[in-house]
Every structure is written in structure tokens, then in C-alpha cells.
């Protein structure tokens, strides 16, 4: 649960550093007309966005999904020793 707890706490660290660097003021050195889109308002910028942050989640969960099942196997070992002694006996 620790780990789940790190790679959340990563994700919103890395999703909150992202969008205070998007928004930081800049100098607008000239007019934007209606022609010109900005990059970041195309439709396929934020589909592929979408796209890379799904398949993030699902690379984390899905690691920590299959070491968490190869840590909790347990197996049991039996070890019997027997041992025998010949004895002569002459009757």
C-alpha cells in the first residue's frame, strides 16, 4: 500500500510541477489572430496527452500488481532423515 501511496503522491508532484510551469506568465510579443491556434489548444495535442498519461497508469499498476504476487508466494519444505544401522546378530 506504501508504494501505491509513493506512485500517487509522484503522479500528482509531476501532474502539479507541469501545469505551474504552463502557467507562468510570458511575454505576448505580438497579436494572435483567430488563424493561428496555439499548440497546446489542438485537439490532438490533448488526445495524445490522454493517451500518454493512460498507458503511465496502466505501466505503474501493472508493475506493482505482478510484484506484489511474486513476494507473497510461500512454500513449504519438508526434509525426512531416516537413518539405519546393520547389526549382526548371531544366534
Known amino acids: 500500500m506504501k508504494k501505491l501511496?509513493?506512485?500517487t503522491f509522484f503522479l500528482s508532484f509531476l501532474f502539479a510541477?507541469?501545469?505551474t510551469a504552463l502557467a507562468q506568465d510570458s511575454t505576448v510579443t505580438g497579436?494572435?489572430?483567430n488563424d493561428e491556434a496555439l499548440w497546446y489548444m489542438?485537439?490532438?495535442v490533448w488526445i495524445a496527452g490522454g493517451i500518454a498519461i493512460l498507458l503511465i497508469l496502466i505501466?505503474?499498476?501493472s508493475k506493482s500488481g505482478s510484484k506484489n504476487k511474486a513476494t507473497s508466494?510461500?512454500?513449504k519444505v519438508i526434509i525426512t532423515k531416516?537413518?539405519?544401522t546393520e547389526t549382526d546378530v548371531d544366534d
Do not use: E, H, K
Open 5 to 7: 501511496g509513493r506512485q
Open 17 to 19: 510541477s507541469a501545469t
Open 73 to 75: 508466494r510461500t512454500d
Open 82 to 84: 531416516t537413518i539405519r
Open 42 to 44: 489542438q485537439p490532438w
Open 31 to 33: 497579436v494572435l489572430t
Open 59 to 61: 505501466a505503474l499498476f
